[in-house]
């Protein structure tokens, strides 16, 4: 198939991430104690839907991390920079969710399924080629990006949690803004030669598997730890149909943002919303000093 006239040459090529972006590798710790069962406002939807999450972040982190890693040659210092600070922040995450999980396990639940299924998954990835990887990195680092950045705009999604808990959302959420580009500028590095009709065409179709398989999983996933609280049938599949689309919704609050990624030239850095990760800083810091 042929390129419609609206691909020119750099067209996949623009938009670059912020020349002053500085990527801080923030070494924080949480949930070294106890969390509640339903650590999310007390109901169990909510909860599933992170539990759920976090239970692949530790393998899918990995993962990221090898993807990008494997791209890295010839990367000018800035984007190279930008890959070391990326690694060590995910390196970070994976050892706040590994903590995390845990917790969730003293709580009661068997996330074990989960991580099995995603550590099969991952073993299908050996043998295709790892530009593939990278573009399921990509979009995955978009749906983080997405989601993060709901999270820090949008005080419902965490409101009434448990504070630790939603403490490491945030922090995670802020990093995961910062480095939003990374995964994007290596991919660019690393089919610099690929017209930007072919960079578009793969990376969208990527998008589209990825989402598919994203939701399915996380679905069923879900589902299997609302089993756990013994949450089953209707009342399960309606209850989690609610917490995501309706309130606090946040598929429905992403959308505009999943459809954005399909525009030719698009950029994660399109949309500058380093105003979030202040806004967590001060959040953060306020936090720490003594109330008066
Ligand atoms: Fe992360
Ligand atoms: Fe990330």
């Known amino acids: 198939m042929n390129a419609p006239v609206a691909f020119n040459k750099k067209s996949e090529l623009a938009a670059p991430t912020p020349p002053d972006l500085s990527i801080t590798v923030r070494d924080e710790r949480f949930n070294r104690a106890t969390t509640p069962r339903r650590w999310w406002a ?67 639940y068997d996330i074990k399924a989960i991580d099995k299924r995603v550590e099969e998954m991952l073993a299908l990835t050996k043998d295709r080629p790892a530009i593939a990887n990278l573009a399921v990195t990509m979009a995955l680092e978009h749906y983080t990006a997405m989601m993060a950045a709901e999270f820090l705009a949008n005080p419902k999604h965490f ?20 480095h939003k580009g990374v995964a994007y500028d290596t991919w660019n590095h690393a089919t610099r030669d690929w017209s930007a009709w072919k960079r578009w065409k793969i990376r969208s179709i990527v998008m589209l598997t990825v989402t598919a398989r994203f939701f399915k999983n996380r679905w069923i996933d879900s589902l299997n730890l609302l089993a756990q609280d013994g949450i089953t049938g209707w009342r399960a599949r309606w209850g989690l149909f609610k917490y995501l689309t309706v309130s606090p919704g946040v598929v429905r609050r992403i959308f505009p943002a999943w459809l954005a990624y399909f525009k030719p030239g698009f950029h994660p850095w399109d949309h500058d919303d380093r105003a979030l990760i202040q806004l967590y800083e001060s959040e953060f810091e306020d936090a720490l000093m003594p109330a008066e």
């Open 159 to 178: 409101e009434n949690s448990d504070p630790e808990v939603r403490a490491m959302w945030r922090w995670h959420a802020a990093e995961e803004i910062e």
């Open 42 to 108: 007390g109901e169990p939807f909510g909860t599933a839907w992170h539990n759920a999450l976090s239970a692949t972040f530790p393998r899918g982190e990995a993962f990221f991390i090898e993807a990008v890693k494997a791209h890295r040659d010839g990367a000018d210092p800035k984007l190279a920079a930008e890959i070391r600070a990326f690694v060590r922040q995910e390196i970070n995450h994976t050892r706040e969710h590994v903590a995390f999980n845990r917790l969730a396990e003293d709580a009661g």
